[in-house]
Structure formats: C-alpha cells, structure tokens
C-alpha cells in the first residue's frame, strides 16, 4: 500500500508559477507510476499529467502541455508538479495518486489517492 500527501498549493495571479509535490511512503516508491489530476468544483476529476517509476517516461493533458511539467526524486520519494503561467481555468483541487499499468489518463486506472492540494488562480 502507498500513502501520498500532496503539498504546495495555494493562491496566485494569473500568469505566475506554483510547485505541488507528492510525498510518498509505503510500497517501494520506483515500483509505481504517478499522476495529478485536478478536480474544479462541479466538474468531473480531469487527467493533468503522469511520470513513469523511473522518471523517464511522461504524459501530459492537451490542456496543460508546454505549460506544465513532472518530474520525480527517486531518492525522496517525491514527485513535482511545476505549473507556469497559471491560468484561471487552472483552479482546481488537485491531487496524485498511483498506478502500476502505464501512463493511463483515466482516473479508474489509478489508486491510493492523497488528500489533495488547493491551486487558486486569480485574474
């Protein structure tokens, strides 16, 4: 089992930065793939992007591509979201979570969600 906890979220104008990281710990962390999703209010939780156990391997939502990118540390057990010139449509909770069968962009795919992180984008 794994257990995530999703940090670095907050407030910020349209067009700056933010850094969410996912913490893992439990089953050994370069066993598993990881993804965000981001769920707006009243919306359906959306794909954002995904990185292989080895970090060398990635996906990416049309949305987000060229705008965003992931990375992990092997050695911290940690996966980075690096979100640029954030956007309104970019508010959302978002969250990581885990999956063992490839960079799938469907949430069904995935499990051992975290708690998730708020990202709010102001205009």
């Known amino acids: 089992q794994v257990q995530l906890v999703e940090s670095g979220g907050g407030l910020v104008q349209a067009g700056g930065s933010l850094t969410l990281s996912c913490a893992a710990s439990?089953?050994?962390?370069?066993?598993?793939?990881v993804g965000w999703f981001r769920q707006a209010p009243g919306k359906e939780r959306e794909f954002v992007a995904v990185?292989?156990?080895?970090?060398?391997?990635?996906n990416f939502a049309d949305s987000v591509k060229g705008r965003f990118a992931i990375s992990r540390d092997n050695g911290k057990n940690t996966v980075y979201l690096q979100m640029n010139t954030l956007r309104p449509e970019d508010t959302a909770v978002y969250y990581c979570?885990?999956?063992?069968?490839?960079?799938?962009?469907?949430?069904?795919?995935?499990?051992?969600w975290g708690q998730g992180t708020q990202v709010t984008v102001s205009s």
């Open positions: 990185i292989s156990s080895t970090g060398g391997r990635t």
């Open positions: 979570a885990v999956s063992y069968v490839g960079l799938s962009s469907d949430y069904r795919g995935y499990d051992s």
């Open positions: 439990g089953r050994p962390f370069t066993t598993y793939n």
